[in-house]
């Protein structure tokens, strides 16, 4: 049995009771009901990055904008990537110059796996995460979901494991 809602131009609009409908049409009127975009882009693209080789060093010539971009400080993500790409550099203005010749798919790649490990959520895989201190532990802390995990301390590479004492 159907009930009516609104009257529109003079036609009545016939609804089904919650009951009536099977799974697969609610499903298909909320997908229909979401736009396109919601569904299928990511609003969270990392800028091209621009990376040149002058003589023996590489400049990664917009660092400053991509650091921005993922809202993180320059010092933090220079050190990750010396430490990654295991050479020295430092910040000059909004580039970043590395001693010796990286290809922009080994930067990008570097850069891929620094957001992986300190701008995304592992839980919704958001970027709206923040560092903070709890209880002498750095920590990740998700804006969207809520969700908290330790950060890691990195040496070369790898994750530093804990000394037994022993």
Not at 41 to 55: L, M
Request: glycine share 6%; aromatic share 12%; net charge positive.
């Amino acid at each position: 049995m159907a009930r009516y809602g609104k009257v529109y131009n003079s036609l009545p609009i016939k609804y089904k009771k919650m009951e009536e409908y099977e799974y697969e049409e609610l499903l298909d009127r909320a997908l229909k009901q979401l736009s396109s975009t919601m569904i299928f882009e990511s609003r969270f693209i990392v800028p091209e990055i621009k990376v040149f080789i002058e003589g023996k060093t590489t400049i990664f010539d917009n660092f400053d904008a991509i650091c921005n971009y993922i809202n993180r400080e320059a010092e933090h993500v220079m050190k990750f990537m010396l430490n990654e790409l295991g050479t020295a550099g430092k910040i000059e203005g909004s580039r970043a110059i590395f001693q010796g010749h990286f290809s922009k798919d080994e930067v990008a790649r570097q850069i891929q796996r620094y957001m992986d490990e300190y701008v995304l959520c592992w839980e919704c895989k958001k970027p709206d995460t923040h560092f903070m201190k709890m209880d002498r532990i750095w920590v990740l802390k998700c804006d969207a979901c809520g969700a908290i995990r330790p950060i890691m301390k990195r040496m070369g590479g790898k994750i530093k494991k804990r000394s037994t004492g022993y």
